[in-house]
């Protein structure tokens, strides 16, 4: 134990003993007697050690913001291949099956290879489905296997990311009134809260419906129960324009059997115009026409209305991203705190996409005030 005077106070012994054990620090006490000067060089030597030391940390931090982005990136990758790979496999699945199986029970594989039958389903169905459809589903349609490939456009950390967006906005208003908003509003493009969600931010409809919105809240409606109808019947078009793709590969389904009779009956036509051939011709020639009622059934039933259906999931489970941000819009109008506004956002997602309770406050406990 360090030596001491009468008076309690450390002696000469015990005020070295401390400087050795305290390295900078003890040399800043024992010079305590020194002259103002002295011990200014001696504590801004100090100062200047701790802000390299923050400073280190500052980069070692921001290595591990980086490194985290890259593992979400990563990870948001592995999911999009996963979902590729599941439309890929299952095709792979339905080829095989029934291909294989005709091929292992003794089926001639070569008899399949029809040409002209698949000209005529096929041709005949892309024929339909333009007459079916307006201009703006068969524009869809140019994207509908990137879709497939793709799976849903927001991922778990995208919904978190825009239960994070709705906490900011919401702060700010709580913080700086409903007027605060409007620089934000007006110009989304140059606003410094969605800089700091780039996947929200590079969705053009998620941040025009948040800003339309929020732009009502600004000019005064306050009527929850008027905003939820607008909501709604906005949502319900947007459900409407995507389901018309969904029922036109759905027509198409149903009505590519039919086609595939089409060919068989002109196969049959075109069999008894040679009814005077040789057996082995003549059964060749019914084989070929019998082709088209498999290829129009298999077609339908292993490609088209598989298709028709993993789209309407898809579409379903994006649409609740935009029934989030209903949710926390209409709890925060309707007087909620944050927190408990993007609660009831939160509550409105997918089970498979949702965070938990625990991942959102720590998202939003690390986010900056909004100016």
Request: proline fraction near 3%; charge should be neutral; charged fraction near 20%.
């Amino acid at each position: 134990m360090p030596a001491r005077d009468q008076d309690g106070v450390p002696g000469r012994r015990g005020r070295g003993l401390c400087s050795r054990g305290l390295g900078l620090m003890g040399m800043v006490r024992e010079n305590y007697d020194v002259g103002a000067q002295e011990y200014s060089g001696k504590f801004g030597l100090f100062r200047r050690l701790v802000r390299m030391t923050i400073r280190c940390v500052g980069n070692v931090a921001q290595r591990n913001t980086v490194l985290s982005t890259t593992i979400v990136v990563q990870i948001n990758a592995q999911k999009r291949s996963r979902e590729s790979m599941r439309f890929i496999i299952g095709g792979l699945i339905v080829v095989g099956c029934v291909i294989g199986g005709y091929g292992a029970s003794g089926g001639h594989l070569e008899v399949l290879y029809q040409p002209f039958e698949m000209l005529i389903i096929l041709g005949a169905a892309a024929g339909a489905f333009v007459i079916g459809n307006t201009g703006a589903v068969l524009k869809q349609a140019t994207g509908v296997f990137g879709t497939l490939l793709r799976g849903p456009r927001y991922s778990k950390a995208d919904h978190v990311e825009l239960l994070g967006v709705q906490f900011t906005l919401f702060k700010l208003v709580q913080a700086k009134g409903v007027l605060a908003l409007e620089s934000h509003i007006e110009n989304p493009g140059e606003s410094d809260i969605f800089a700091r969600f780039p996947k929200f931010a590079a969705s053009h409809h998620a941040v025009e419906f948040m800003c339309d919105y929020l732009r009502m809240i600004t000019l005064g409606t306050n009527n929850v129960h008027q905003m939820e109808a607008l909501m709604d019947e906005e949502l319900e078009t947007h459900h409407q324009e995507r389901e018309r793709l969904v029922n036109a590969i759905q027509a198409l389904a149903d009505g590519t059997p039919a086609l595939g009779i089409v060919a068989a009956v002109l196969g049959v036509i075109h069999t008894m115009g040679s009814i005077d051939k040789p057996p082995e011709v003549l059964g060749h020639l019914i084989g070929a026409a019998l082709v088209g009622t498999f290829l129009g059934v298999f077609v339908a039933y292993g490609f088209f209305g598989p298709m028709a259906q993993s789209l309407r999931n898809i579409y379903d489970v994006e649409a609740k991203y935009f029934l989030s941000m209903r949710t926390g819009l209409l709890a925060h109008m309707s007087g909620y705190a944050p927190v408990v506004a993007i609660e009831f956002a939160r509550k409105a997602l997918m089970s498979e996409v949702r965070p938990s309770f625990a991942e959102i406050d720590e998202a939003t406990a690390n986010l900056q005030a909004a100016r």
